[in-house]
C-alpha cells in the first residue's frame, strides 16, 4: 500500500482495525498527534475526551472544523503535558549527574590518595631538580652536557 507520494504508510494498520483511523491518515501515512490513549496522557484526559465525542458526535461536520478548538485546546494540553516531562526529565537527569560528579570526585581522591603513597616511596630514589628545569624529573640540555646548537 502506498500513499500519494508513493511511499508506504509510516503506519501499518490491519484492514479490520482501518475504521479506528480517518481513510485520509491511511493515504497520507500520517497522524496530527500521537495516538491519545488516556492513560498515556492522564493530564489531559478531559481535553481527549472531549475531542473523541466531538468527533463521534459530528462524523462529517468535523471535516469542516467543528472539532478545532477541541483539536487546538488538545494541542495546547500536549504542548503543558510535554513541558511538565522535560522539566522532570531535567530534574532526574540533574540528580544524577550531581551523583555521577560525586562518585567520580570520590574515585579521584582515593586514586589521588594512592599515587601520593606511591610517589613518596619513588620520591626518595628520584634525583632531585636541577636549578633552571621546569618538570620534575625533567634535565635540560646543558645539565644533561649536551652543547647548545650554534644559531646561524
Known sequence: MTNALGRSPAIQVEPDAAHALDDAQLRL???????LEVHQHPTCK????ALKHCHAD?????????????????NLCLVAEKALKRAQNKERLQLEQARLRARFESRRKSQAAAKGEADGAAAATEPTRQPGSQLPGYWTPNQRGIPEQQTQ
Open 29 to 35: 501515512g500520517t497522524l496530527m498527534h500521537p495516538p
Open 58 to 74: 459530528n462524523p462529517i461536520a468535523k471535516y469542516w472544523g467543528v472539532c478545532n478548538q477541541a483539536a487546538k485546546d488538545l
Open 46 to 49: 478531559e481535553t481527549i475526551l
